[in-house]
C-alpha cells in the first residue's frame, strides 16, 4: 500500500508544513493529477518491443517515469544502443493519446482537493504542451488552471534540474520559498528540493502501488500521502476550513 500520512512518524517536517501558508501550490501532471503513468509505461514497452528493445515496467518506473522525452530517449540510446527518432516519438505519441482518450482519469479525490483550494495552482510538467493539455482536458481539470501551465520545453533542463520550478514561479510572481510543490516521481522531488521549494510526494497513482514506505519517503526524506483528503490535514493553511 501506497504510505498514508498516518503511517509516517510526526517530524519536524511534519509540523512546519502545518504551520505554512504557501502562496502556490504546484502540481506535477502525470500521476498526481491524471492517472497516466501505468497507461504511458504500457505504451513507451509496447512501442519498444516493436523495434526489439525489451524492457519492463521496473525498468520504466525507475529511468523514465517524470523525466522530459530528451531525457528518455538520450536513456535509451545509452542503455540499448538505440536513439528513438521523430518517427519513434510520433508513433509512441500517438499511440498513447489514442489510450489517453479511452482510459485516462483523474487521481481520486483530486477535484474536490482543487475545489477547496484558496491560494493559487498552477502545473509544471515533464510532458509536451499537447499531452498536458489534452490530460487536463479530457479529465475536465482545465478549467482550475486555465493558461497556468508549464512544461519542460520552456526550460533548458528537465527534472531533476530546477530550472522548470524556478521558471514556474517567476512566471507565477511567487517566491521560491513560498511554493509547495506536488510531485510523483524522484526527478520531480529533487527537482523542486533543488528549487529551494517545500515539497510533498502523492503515492496514490496506480504506478506506486506496491512499494515500501520506505522506498515512497525516500527513506524518510520526503512526506508523502495517498488519498488528496489527506493534503488539506498536512497543509491546512492551503485549503477551506469547510472541506478538511
Not at 481539470?141 to 531533476?160: H, W
Not at 530550472?163 to 517567476?170: E, G, I, R, V
Not at 506506486?208 to 488539506?232: A, E
Amino acid at each position: 500500500m501506497p504510505c498514508a500520512i498516518e503511517d509516517i512518524p510526526s517530524t519536524a517536517e511534519a509540523a512546519k508544513l502545518k504551520t505554512f501558508a504557501p502562496k502556490l501550490i504546484i502540481f506535477d501532471c502525470d500521476g498526481v493529477l491524471v492517472d497516466s503513468e501505468v497507461i504511458s509505461a504500457n505504451v513507451l514497452i509496447d512501442a519498444l518491443a516493436s523495434i526489439g528493445v525489451v524492457v519492463d515496467f521496473a525498468h520504466v518506473q525507475a529511468h523514465f517515469l517524470g523525466r522530459s522525452w530528451v531525457t528518455v530517449a538520450a536513456e535509451i540510446r545509452s542503455t540499448h544502443g538505440y536513439l528513438p527518432g521523430n518517427d519513434f516519438e510520433e508513433m509512441y505519441r500517438s499511440e498513447l493519446l489514442k489510450r489517453f482518450e479511452r482510459e485516462l482519469v483523474p487521481t481520486q479525490g483530486v477535484v474536490t482537493l482543487l475545489q477547496a483550494l484558496t491560494v493559487g495552482a498552477c502545473v509544471a510538467t515533464s510532458s509536451t504542451p499537447k499531452r498536458v493539455n489534452r490530460s487536463l482536458e479530457l479529465t475536465g481539470l482545465s478549467e482550475f488552471f486555465g493558461a497556468d501551465v508549464f512544461t519542460a520545453s520552456e526550460v533548458e533542463r528537465g527534472k531533476p534540474a530546477p530550472d522548470l520550478f524556478l521558471h514556474t514561479a517567476s512566471r507565477m510572481q511567487v517566491a521560491p520559498s513560498q511554493c509547495l510543490v506536488i510531485e510523483d516521481s524522484v526527478p520531480g522531488i529533487q527537482a523542486a528540493i533543488n528549487a529551494g521549494m517545500p515539497v510533498v510526494r502523492f503515492t496514490g497513482g496506480s504506478h506506486l502501488q506496491g512499494l515500501s514506505d520506505n522506498v515512497l519517503t525516500m527513506d524518510g526524506q520526503v512526506r508523502c500521502f495517498d488519498k488528496w483528503q489527506h493534503f488539506s490535514e498536512m497543509v491546512p493553511h492551503a485549503t477551506s476550513r469547510t472541506n478538511r
